[in-house]
């Protein structure tokens, strides 16, 4: 029979039969903890794969819900001991998807307009402003329960929405910002999509404690989306466009680390040379962009002792590993490394540590039951270790936990951990910046 996929970037038999079918996977995927399915599994969704390869089976409705459950948090690639590469697996499965399955009409709306507006940050910009004007309304709607009159995935559009007023969509992070004594590094910072927007101070936080740490940091003013939503849900060429596009800027920039903040965009910059593999004019070029990338606990970790004091801060923090940093970047290590050099600072990890929260890009917005029983859970765990603060080190997990929080009565803050070195480096109480 012949297979289901086509041949443009089908998921790689080698990869598929790297599988050995052990299980040591099943207990760290967050769909078989909730519902025990064994096509709900990375094993279960290999076999799937190798199964439509070989043509035995169609991509229907079913077929196709197993990979859409999956949030692609990659903690099977931590727990697997074959080192199988599932991240290539179910990016090229969901590009297969996305080409030869026709959606019902309501759902490829609903992506269309997601993957419209997210990658492109002047468009996200006008849809926030409104939101920001409407925040009133919206926060009185849901306090008054009327949220369930609309559809699912509407509610939890609502419910994730990010707490954001018109000054703080103003906000331009300098082009250009020198170093504090010496120069240690030259760093391009990617501002990212949502982040520049809803979380700019975050990035004014990055750029203060590169810049106290001896780091020149460009951002250039031109730059886009680095194209990690569209690359995990598996929309390769809109992926790879924005890639073109980020790779010219930094190259113009001439740094020598590319530094994200976001986990879900430095996962991304780092496949840059995968995605480009079989293109002869890009490949090379994307290698060595990915080479040169870190995330912004890495680049603090590598330069080494710290040159900016660090004054106390004397609260407890439960710090939450977003996925795309431990699991899919492989660092756990860094920023525990920097929360634990602020002095007076308590430093927790929730249970089930390793098990994803449910934001996963746009997965709590296109799945928001399974989304929202993860992020319930995870706030579960969170609650156990009484924090006066959570980190993250992503956006997304930082209103995914937001939410789940209102939802339990629970408004922690949350920050990112480049926030509180900000706060320890400039002698501040990150609850009041």
């Not at 041949?7 to 990869?15: A, G, I, K």
């Not at 634990?340 to 996963?360: N, Q, R």
């Amino acid at each position: 029979m012949s297979s289901v996929f086509d041949s443009v970037d089908p998921p790689q038999p080698s990869l598929i039969d790297a599988c050995v079918h052990c299980g040591f996977c099943l207990p760290s995927c967050p769909t078989y903890l909730l519902w025990g399915e064994e096509m709900d599994s990375p094993r279960g969704r290999i076999y799937l794969m190798k199964a439509a390869l070989e043509g035995r089976a169609a991509m229907t409705p079913s077929f196709v819900a197993h990979f859409d459950n999956c949030l692609g948090c990659m903690a099977c690639v931590t727990a697997c001991p074959s080192g199988v590469q599932y991240g290539p697996l179910i990016e090229r499965t969901r590009a297969q998807i996305e080409r030869r399955y026709r959606r019902p009409v309501a759902d490829r709306l609903f992506r269309s307009l997601l993957f419209a507006l997210l990658p492109y940050p002047a468009r996200l910009r006008v849809a926030l402003a409104v939101l920001a004007m409407s925040g009133w309304l919206l926060r009185a709607v849901e306090g008054m329960g009327l949220l369930r009159l609309l559809p699912r995935r509407l509610q939890a559009a609502v419910a994730l929405a990010p707490r954001i007023s018109l000054s703080s969509l103003g906000a331009q992070t300098p082009s250009y910002t020198p170093a504090s004594g010496e120069l240690r590094l030259r760093a391009g910072l990617l501002t990212g999509c949502v982040q520049r927007l809803a979380f700019s101070h975050v990035n004014r936080a990055t750029v203060n404690v590169l810049a106290a740490e001896g780091c020149s940091v460009s951002a250039p003013p031109a730059q886009g989306c680095c194209g990690a939503l569209p690359l995990h849900a598996g929309n390769f060429e809109q992926a790879r466009a924005l890639a073109r596009r980020t790779i010219e800027e930094f190259e113009r920039a001439g740094v020598d680390r590319v530094v994200a903040n976001a986990a879900g965009c430095g996962s991304c910059l780092k496949e840059y040379g995968a995605l480009f593999a079989d293109d002869p004019e890009w490949s090379a070029r994307a290698g060595r962009f990915s080479e040169r990338v870190r995330d912004i606990s890495e680049v603090l970790v590598e330069l080494g002792e710290p040159r900016a004091r660090r004054h106390p801060i004397h609260a407890r923090v439960a710090y939450h590993d977003a996925c795309h940093l431990s699991h899919a970047q492989g660092v756990y290590t860094q920023p525990r490394q920097l929360l634990a050099s602020i002095p007076g600072l308590e430093v927790t990890s929730p249970a089930e540590a390793d098990i994803c929260c449910g934001s996963a890009g746009i997965y709590n917005l296109v799945e928001p039951d399974a989304a929202g029983a993860l992020g319930d859970r995870k706030a579960t765990h969170l609650a156990a270790l009484a924090p006066d603060i959570i980190a993250t080190a992503n956006p997304g997990c930082m209103l995914q936990i937001a939410a789940a929080g209102r939802r339990a009565g629970r408004h922690w803050p949350i920050v990112h951990p480049v926030e509180l070195l900000d706060a320890s480096i400039r002698g501040v109480d990150v609850r009041r910046t």
